[in-house]
Nanobody, 114 residues
Framework: QVQLVESGGGLVQPGGSLRLSCVAS????????MNWYRQAPGKERELVGR????????NLADSVKGRFTISRDNDKNTVYLQMNSLKPEDTAVYYC???????WGPGTQVTVSS
């Protein structure tokens, strides 16, 4: 059974940083690319970025380029989202996902506010 558990969210002031983690289980993590998504109140879920299986190649949405980075530790079945220079518009619930499977985790809330 595929499970994804996100953590690391919280309340942060504009300009601050957070590091989100997503621990995956139930599939061979190292064989799949992983995506981060977010959903702000009243908005559709949007893709934040993606990291490939090996080599660390990533693609990020224009809205977060230069501020967010994605990394992974295949030994720990974990994908990370480092978020710097946070803005109020980054406020959302953040999710990780493997596109090969339908499962979503509970997400982790990020609130950027002074």
């Amino acid at each position: 059974q595929v499970q994804l558990v996100e953590s690391g969210g919280g309340l942060v002031q504009p300009g601050g940083s957070l590091r989100l983690s997503c621990v995956a289980s139930g599939f061979t993590f190292s064989m799949y690319a992983m995506n981060w998504y977010r959903q702000a109140p009243g908005k559709e879920r949007e893709l934040v970025g993606r990291i490939e299986t090996t080599g660390g190649r990533t693609n990020l949405a224009d809205s977060v380029k230069g501020r967010f980075t994605i990394s992974r530790d295949n030994d720990k079945n974990t994908v990370y989202l480092q978020m710097n220079s946070l803005k109020p518009e980054d406020t959302a619930v953040y999710y990780c996902k493997c596109l090969a499977y339908g499962a979503w985790g509970p997400g982790t809330q990020v609130t950027v506010s002074s």
